[in-house]
């Protein structure tokens, strides 16, 4: 299994702005995940972000709207661009230490004004 | 492209019964898992129960139980005895198996389920 943490656990900005939402594991691990959950929605998958390469992102997201680092194997952020209210979602990421089972961070909530 | 359907948006159960949730998916993948995943009200995703598509049994964690048809592309899951702890939103998943690929572990989730277990 896999402890993860996220930063902020939530946060209310401004259009136009950008937050940078942080992710930790408590092991090493090769990829992470970043999912979008829109209010009362599904979970979309934005990207995907192994270390020491470029993340890769799923169709209908760009790098320049939600840039991710990925500096190590335990560490990786997502950050939310030039924000509008449509962007107002639970932000979410994830590890497969071992296996093929999923372990999802806590999600942060983003609401954008 | 994988999608996953699931055509209850809400269901409702006494404490102490059974519950099924329905899902299907479409894929030309052979060989995939599929996955319930509960949300509650924290938000944290916890996984239910996990299914490997080459495995005819069906798998089973407790009180929970899922009805796998590969041939009609189904995957329900069943909740016995619910309990009040249960009232969560359930996703239904599907990940295809690329050893070594970069696409593995990317998982297509359903639209959801909330559950609601009453007293």
């Known amino acids: 299994s896999a402890v993860i943490s996220q930063k902020p656990s939530r946060d209310i900005c401004q259009r136009g702005t950008s937050l940078t939402i942080q992710c930790q594991v408590d092991s090493q691990v090769t990829m992470m995940f970043w999912y979008r959950q829109q209010p009362g929605q599904s979970l979309t998958l934005i990207a995907t972000?192994?270390?020491?390469?470029?993340?890769?992102?799923e169709s209908g997201f760009v790098i320049d709207k939600f840039p991710i680092s990925r500096p190590n194997l335990t560490f990786s952020t997502l950050t939310v661009s030039n924000m509008s209210p449509e962007d107002s979602s639970i932000y979410l990421c994830?590890?497969?230490?071992?296996?093929?089972?999923?372990?999802f961070g806590p999600g942060t909530r983003l609401t954008v004004l | 492209a994988q999608t996953v359907t699931q055509s209850q948006p809400e269901m409702s159960v006494q404490e102490a019964e059974t519950v099924t949730l329905s899902c299907t998916y479409d894929?030309?993948?052979?060989?995939?898992?599929l996955f319930w995943y509960k949300q509650p009200p924290s938000r944290q995703m916890i996984l239910v129960i996990r299914?490997?598509?080459?495995?005819?049994q069906n798998a089973t964690e407790n009180r929970f139980s899922v009805n796998f048809q590969k041939a009609a592309k189904s995957f329900s899951l069943k909740i016995s005895d619910s309990q009040l702890g249960d009232t969560a939103m359930y996703f239904c998943?599907?990940?295809?198996?690329?050893?070594?690929?970069?696409?593995?572990?990317?998982?297509?989730f359903g639209q959801g389920t909330i559950l609601t277990v009453h007293p």
């Open positions: 994830s590890v497969v230490p071992a296996g093929v089972e999923q372990f």
């Open positions: 998943a599907f990940m295809k198996h690329v050893a070594g690929g970069t696409s593995y572990g990317k998982l297509t």
């Open positions: 299914q490997e598509a080459y495995k005819q």
């Open positions: 972000a192994n270390q020491g390469s470029e993340a890769t992102y």
């Open positions: 894929t030309s993948e052979n060989n995939y898992y």
